[in-house]
């Protein structure tokens, strides 16, 4: 089998990738948004916050929780959900070093 385009790219990039498809929806910066404020663990809260179907707020969430930026846990008959700090925190990092690096090229470039 032959390579993939992913595989052209390092683990790093290909792992940037996904988060930056994390960000890459307006209601996923929303539900990130909410989870930040509250600070708490939610479930239903979003569909009327949001005002989206719950079966789009799933599927968001479902991409969210795959990045590995939220964790869910079953409470009932119902998930809840909430930031995983510690990869939150490591996407941060991730971001910040690539943003940096604009800074070690300065106002001399182009």
Known sequence: ???TKTDLFTSEQND?????????????????Q???????????DL????????ATISQHLKE?????????????????YCIDGEKWSQA??????LFDQHLACGDDCC
């Open 64 to 80: 969210l929780k795959s990045a590995g930026l939220i964790q869910g846990t079953i409470e009932g008959v119902s998930m809840s």
């Open 16 to 32: 940037m990738a996904l988060l930056a498809k994390a960000f890459a929806h307006p209601a996923r910066i929303a539900i990130l």
């Open 34 to 44: 909410y989870l930040l404020k509250a600070d708490a663990c939610i479930n239903s």
């Open 47 to 54: 569909v009327q916050e949001l005002g989206l179907a719950q």
């Open 1 to 3: 089998m032959g390579l």
């Open 92 to 97: 941060k990092e991730t971001f910040n070093e």
